[in-house]
């Protein structure tokens, strides 16, 4: 059973930056591949951004691309999204997910492990 707990969250003006990080513990982490979603109040949970297990291979929701970059650190058993150029779209609950495969996924249903989430609100 893995445990998600992210970190990083919270309240921003637009055009500002925020890194999200994603701790895990109770499995081997390098063994998932990792994702982002988020969900905005009213809306269903979306995809952000997902890195595979190991190389690196990575893929963005198209709104996001050039701004947000995720990354992952092993020894760490961290994953990060670094998020750049924030607009109030951007606001919702973010969430960190794993997937008990070495390829990376878009869909909700893919991943196997969720953290609890955390807010990210940003102001105009």
């Known amino acids: 059973q893995v445990q998600l707990v992210e970190s990083g969250g919270g309240l921003v003006q637009a055009g500002d930056s925020l890194r999200l990080s994603c701790a895990a513990s109770?499995?081997?982490?390098?063994?998932?591949?990792m994702g982002w979603f988020r969900q905005a109040p009213g809306k269903e949970r979306e995809f952000v951004a997902a890195?595979?297990?190991?190389?690196?291979?990575?893929d963005y929701k198209d709104s996001v691309k050039g701004r947000f970059f995720i990354s992952r650190n092993n020894a760490k058993n961290t994953v990060y999204l670094q998020m750049n150029g924030l607009k109030p779209e951007d606001t919702a609950v973010y969430y960190c997910?794993?997937?008990?495969?070495?390829?990376?996924?878009?869909?909700?249903?893919?991943?196997?492990?969720w953290g609890q989430g955390i807010q990210i609100t940003v102001s105009s």
């Open positions: 109770g499995g081997t982490f390098s063994t998932y591949a």
């Open positions: 890195i595979s297990r190991s190389v690196g291979i990575t």
């Open positions: 997910a794993a997937r008990r495969s070495a390829t990376i996924a878009a869909m909700k249903n893919d991943y196997d492990y």
